[in-house]
RNA sequence: UGGGGUGUAGCCAAGCGGUAAGGCACGGGACUUUGACUCCCGCAUUCCCAGGUUCGAAUCCUGGCACCCCAGCCA
């Protein structure tokens, strides 16, 4: 995401666009929308279709990409929805400017188009029960049979549509449908449902409505009302490809957008349909849906993930057709990708360690002086605090190490990190347990700032941070929320969730000026990942952090190589 | 044994008749005051399978096979 001027890799939607483009289809005009329904949070999965539409439109001159909430249905409909997915929206790096718009506010336009293929007729009032209807609607291999209402007057149609405007009808008493043909092997084709009767309250419209337009109906006119020039969209509705075209080839509708179908995202380690994570929610596995587990947009913002490193993983991912389960690796290679270059490094220390110093004076501090970067000079320094008694990782300290393990052992040298060599001369343990409690080292005041003048070098360096100045606060690691790849694949998914998906290390030592961090700022944890000061419990002067990433580990494969 | 789609490496993915890009992962090495970053090197004689057309096929043709989606008054 540094350079600008980076061209897409193709696809297969951006190849049709190019080539729509060089026939001069459309006046030449690139227009598409994002059209979620109201009815949950957004995903990973939405980004990729989020980054898909309106970065087609930002890299064709002169190309827009609406925003349009589909609401045509306000039973699972809500206003908070609205909100929350233009935040998203606006986090993740898009603007639709003046372009927001409801399907809601077509509901009128609808109504008359719907009068207009009753007039043709083109569409008709039946009174078929829901289990009349899927009687006969025949199965995937048997045709449908014409409803006995098929062929209803023009003139009692309209008086029928009519009354059910005006309520005089009961929810299931009537549907309008579209005349198409009941033997059509597309099963969407089968006369299907275009407005039906619910006497629930809108989160727009209120009670102006009691019947709503369905999706297909709707969609598309919505679509072709706007200019949209490609509606992209995902696999599931490219049996409904023809009915789209239908719908607006009987309608004197501004144009004709082409509908262009695309794959959804699948995650490895996770679930990303709407309806799974609902259940998440609702039944308590997380916190809510902005849990930093969670795929959402929502949970990733609060795990610390940048809106460039979601937007550099949907480019990577690629556009196809194809049905594909992507590796967490690739939004984790994103993640460090960007944030190594942007996240200032500091030390904490998240399981820690006693060390003394014995040979260092008593009631002494000095201020070392630590850059932000290694590779970044201009991204500064701050000045950390060394004293006596510091703590150290319990994993940077083995009594019995194994081969290639560099760290601090009985009397290995290491170096403290932008500090001094130290030597590890006792180990202090629990008389009870028998656990390693504390650490007697000596450290040798020739190598401050982290270097021996007589040019001995140590293996390993390790991060720390000075008891006596240390910020004591809450970090909470994560892990992936299920233990196998593909839980949809499982017969019970919620069998599979993952139990040890976080854990809150309550009595994490962060050096002092972590305390000042603002909420969602970024920092590199050296030596552990990234993390990023959570925003719903941080409190003033009391940040918790959560992390977003680890860094890459080659110890631990080392590690499990030789055990 | 209805219709619509999709099959290129462990996971993604370019390729569109001229002799298999790239990313992730993985393995090896260099560098290193983060076992990080960075940098080198390696990683499909073969594109679901079988035939055919062609001087030449992942690309074209024929026939199989596998997987995904569709029977809401959801979107």
């Given at each position: 995401m540094t350079e600008t001027d980076k061209i897409p890799p193709p696809n297969f939607i951006r190849n049709i666009i190019r080539e729509d483009l060089k026939q001069n289809k459309n006046n030449g005009s690139v227009h598409t929308r994002f059209p979620p329904e109201p009815n949950g949070y957004l995903h990973v999965g939405h980004?990729?279709?989020i980054c898909l539409n309106f970065g087609i439109?930002?890299?064709?001159?002169?190309?827009?990409?609406?925003?349009?909430?589909?609401?045509?249905n306000p039973e699972k409909e809500d206003v908070e929805y609205t909100k929350a997915i233009m935040a998203d929206v606006r986090w993740l790096g898009f603007d639709w400017e003046d372009r927001l718009y409801y399907a809601s506010d077509y509901f009128e336009q609808l109504y008359d188009y719907a009068v207009q293929l009753i007039k043709d007729g083109k569409a008709y009032i039946d009174s078929l029960s829901a289990e009349?209807?899927?009687?006969?609607?025949?199965?995937?291999?048997?045709p449908g049979r014409e409803s006995p209402d098929r062929n209803r007057s023009v003139e009692e149609n309209l008086?029928?549509?009519?009354?059910?405007?005006?309520?005089?009808?009961?929810?299931?008493?009537?549907?309008v449908r579209a005349k198409i043909d009941m033997t059509s092997p597309n099963i969407n084709m089968r006369d299907p449902a275009i407005y039906r009767i619910k006497k629930a309250n809108h989160h727009r419209t209120g009670d102006r409505w009691c019947i709503y337009p369905m999706y297909d109906y709707t969609h598309c006119i919505s679509d072709a009302l706007e200019g949209i020039t490609h509606s992209i969209c995902t696999l599931e509705f490219e049996d409904h490809r023809p009915l789209y075209d239908w719908c607006l080839d009987q309608l004197p509708v501004p144009c004709h957008p082409q509908q262009i179908e695309f794959a959804r995202l699948n995650l490895n380690y996770t679930v990303m349909s709407k309806r799974k994570l609902n259940e998440l929610v609702n039944e308590?596995?997380?916190?809510?849906?902005?849990?930093?587990?969670?795929?959402?947009?929502?949970?990733?913002?609060?795990?610390?993930?940048?809106?460039?490193?979601?937007?550099?993983?949907?480019?990577?991912?690629?556009v196809t057709k194809n049905d594909t389960v992507i590796d967490m690796s690739v939004l984790e290679n994103s993640v460090r990708e960007d944030l190594d270059e942007t996240a200032r490094r500091v030390m904490a220390v998240l399981r820690p360690l006693r060390v003394v110093i014995t040979n260092y004076p008593e009631n002494s501090t000095e201020e070392l002086d630590a850059p932000y970067h290694p590779n970044k000079p201009e991204m500064g320094s701050r000045r950390v605090p060394f004293s006596r008694v510091i703590y150290i990782e319990q994993d940077d300290f083995m009594e019995n190490p194994p081969k290639k393990f560099?760290?601090?052992?009985?009397?290995?040298?290491?170096?403290?990190?932008?500090?001094?060599?130290?030597?590890c001369e006792e180990v202090i343990k629990d008389k009870q347990t028998g656990a390693v409690i504390e650490l007697r080292c000596s450290y040798d005041p020739q190598t401050k700032g982290g270097n021996a003048p007589d040019g001995r070098k140590v293996k390993g360096t390790l991060h720390w941070v000075s008891a006596d100045h240390a910020f004591k606060s809450e970090v909470r690691l994560f892990d992936r929320l299920f233990t196998v790849p593909v839980p949809d694949g499982e017969g019970d998914w919620k069998s599979v969730i993952n139990p040890g998906s976080v854990e809150v290390l309550k009595d994490a030592c962060l050096e002092p000026g972590l305390a000042g961090a603002k909420p969602e700022e970024r920092f590199q944890f050296e030596r552990l990942g990234y993390f990023c000061a959570d925003h719903k419990d941080s409190t003033q002067g009391k940040p918790v952090f959560n992390r977003t990433v680890t860094l890459r580990d080659s110890w631990a494969k080392v590690d499990k190589q030789v055990k």
């Amino acid at each position: 995401m540094t350079e600008t001027d980076k061209i897409p890799p193709p696809n297969f939607i951006r190849n049709i666009i190019r080539e729509d483009l060089k026939q001069n289809k459309n006046n030449g005009s690139v227009h598409t929308r994002f059209p979620p329904e109201p009815n949950g949070y957004l995903h990973v999965g939405h980004a990729k279709s989020i980054c898909l539409n309106f970065g087609i439109a930002a890299e064709n001159k002169g190309g827009l990409c609406n925003l349009r909430f589909d609401d045509t249905n306000p039973e699972k409909e809500d206003v908070e929805y609205t909100k929350a997915i233009m935040a998203d929206v606006r986090w993740l790096g898009f603007d639709w400017e003046d372009r927001l718009y409801y399907a809601s506010d077509y509901f009128e336009q609808l109504y008359d188009y719907a009068v207009q293929l009753i007039k043709d007729g083109k569409a008709y009032i039946d009174s078929l029960s829901a289990e009349q209807m899927r009687e006969y609607r025949g199965t995937l291999t048997k045709p449908g049979r014409e409803s006995p209402d098929r062929n209803r007057s023009v003139e009692e149609n309209l008086d029928l549509f009519r009354r059910m405007r005006a309520g005089e009808f009961d929810e299931g008493e009537y549907l309008v449908r579209a005349k198409i043909d009941m033997t059509s092997p597309n099963i969407n084709m089968r006369d299907p449902a275009i407005y039906r009767i619910k006497k629930a309250n809108h989160h727009r419209t209120g009670d102006r409505w009691c019947i709503y337009p369905m999706y297909d109906y709707t969609h598309c006119i919505s679509d072709a009302l706007e200019g949209i020039t490609h509606s992209i969209c995902t696999l599931e509705f490219e049996d409904h490809r023809p009915l789209y075209d239908w719908c607006l080839d009987q309608l004197p509708v501004p144009c004709h957008p082409q509908q262009i179908e695309f794959a959804r995202l699948n995650l490895n380690y996770t679930v990303m349909s709407k309806r799974k994570l609902n259940e998440l929610v609702n039944e308590g596995y997380v916190t809510g849906w902005d849990d930093p587990r969670m795929p959402t947009i929502v949970g990733m913002r609060r795990r610390g993930y940048t809106p460039a490193a979601i937007r550099d993983f949907c480019e990577r991912i690629g556009v196809t057709k194809n049905d594909t389960v992507i590796d967490m690796s690739v939004l984790e290679n994103s993640v460090r990708e960007d944030l190594d270059e942007t996240a200032r490094r500091v030390m904490a220390v998240l399981r820690p360690l006693r060390v003394v110093i014995t040979n260092y004076p008593e009631n002494s501090t000095e201020e070392l002086d630590a850059p932000y970067h290694p590779n970044k000079p201009e991204m500064g320094s701050r000045r950390v605090p060394f004293s006596r008694v510091i703590y150290i990782e319990q994993d940077d300290f083995m009594e019995n190490p194994p081969k290639k393990f560099f760290r601090l052992s009985p009397g290995a040298e290491v170096r403290l990190r932008y500090a001094y060599f130290i030597k590890c001369e006792e180990v202090i343990k629990d008389k009870q347990t028998g656990a390693v409690i504390e650490l007697r080292c000596s450290y040798d005041p020739q190598t401050k700032g982290g270097n021996a003048p007589d040019g001995r070098k140590v293996k390993g360096t390790l991060h720390w941070v000075s008891a006596d100045h240390a910020f004591k606060s809450e970090v909470r690691l994560f892990d992936r929320l299920f233990t196998v790849p593909v839980p949809d694949g499982e017969g019970d998914w919620k069998s599979v969730i993952n139990p040890g998906s976080v854990e809150v290390l309550k009595d994490a030592c962060l050096e002092p000026g972590l305390a000042g961090a603002k909420p969602e700022e970024r920092f590199q944890f050296e030596r552990l990942g990234y993390f990023c000061a959570d925003h719903k419990d941080s409190t003033q002067g009391k940040p918790v952090f959560n992390r977003t990433v680890t860094l890459r580990d080659s110890w631990a494969k080392v590690d499990k190589q030789v055990k």
